[in-house]
Nanobody
């Protein structure tokens, strides 16, 4: 699976962005999908995840109520809608794919098999 993330940019605090991740290669619908982010000088952290069929979603506490993850298996795509952005949301955002067999440990980075290249999100105060 090859993952291509896009949609990042510069936005003022309180604004919104929608990140996209398009997959090519193997069957997208057999993968749980996650978004992670890495801020300068910090470890990469979990942001949101959605299971392979799109019935279950998970969020980091820091983004609950502001971010929303969705997917369309017909379009081989997953999105991260980010609202009410804060300066602390500034980071490089990565999408990742986890083959759906077994339990979905959505926040464990080591469980993900494929990663996109990342897209920069900068939120100004």
């Amino acid at each position: 699976v090859q993952l291509q993330a896009s949609g990042g940019g510069l936005v003022q605090a309180g604004g919104s962005l929608r990140l996209s991740c398009v997959a090519s290669g193997r069957t997208f619908s057999t993968y749980n999908m996650g978004w992670f982010r890495q801020a300068p000088g910090k470890e990469r952290e979990f942001v949101a995840a959605i299971n392979w069929i799109g019935k279950e979603t998970y969020y980091a506490d820091s983004v609950k109520g502001r971010f929303s993850i969705s997917r369309d298996n017909n379009e081989n795509s997953v999105w991260l809608q980010m609202n009410s952005l804060k300066p602390e949301d500034t980071a490089v955002y990565y999408c990742a794919a986890d083959y759906y067999a077994g339990s979905f440990r959505y926040s464990e980075q080591s469980r993900y098999d494929y990663w996109g290249q990342g897209t920069q999100v900068t939120v100004s105060s």
